[in-house]
């Protein structure tokens, strides 16, 4: 069990990670009080699939740790792909018909993988992406009626 919150500041190359990703909002709304109160729920009840996904999505989380700190962003592809699934087979409402579509558009596209953000079922994802296709991947969400937002991720204060 975890004993308590540590906080973390790698030093990277943000421009790494900033060529490799950006935002999408979906142009749905969400619940996401909603979504995480099903899953908190079920935890508590000791749900067998509940507690078996979340320990899957621990596990990425800590792969995910790894791979940042050694600046392996080649390996976060994966990594995001087994996050969505998880997420999506933990409550089907982290997902939604938007991100469905979003999601099969920028896979077939070239991207490497979309990432759900916060509690899912609308709001914004993460698309990931090697550099070269970032641009058009981009055009082409924008081209589909989907809202981009070119972000820059900063240092954390640490």
């Known amino acids: 069990l975890p004993s308590g919150v540590e906080h973390q500041v790698f030093d990277v190359d943000l421009g790494q990670l900033r060529s490799r990703m950006f935002l999408v909002y979906t142009g749905r709304p969400h619940h996401s009080g909603l979504n995480n109160w ?8 000791k749900d067998a699939a509940t507690l078996r996904e979340l320990s899957a999505l621990k596990e990425v989380a800590e792969a995910v740790h790894k791979q940042c700190e050694s600046e392996n962003w080649s390996a976060l592809s994966e990594l995001f792909q087994k996050e969505f699934q998880h997420r999506v087979a933990l409550a089907p409402e982290f997902s939604s018909s938007e ?18 953000c916060g509690a899912g079922g609308g709001g914004c994802v993460m698309v990931w992406a090697e550099p070269e296709r970032r641009e058009g ?9 989907f809202q981009v937002f070119d972000v820059s991720p900063v240092q954390s204060a640490g």
């Open 99 to 116: 991100i469905e579509k979003l999601n099969l558009l920028c896979l077939d596209a070239g991207a490497s993988a979309v990432k759900i």
């Open 137 to 145: 991947l981009m055009q082409l969400c924008t081209e589909n009626s």
């Open 38 to 45: 099903s899953v908190i729920k079920k935890a508590v009840e």
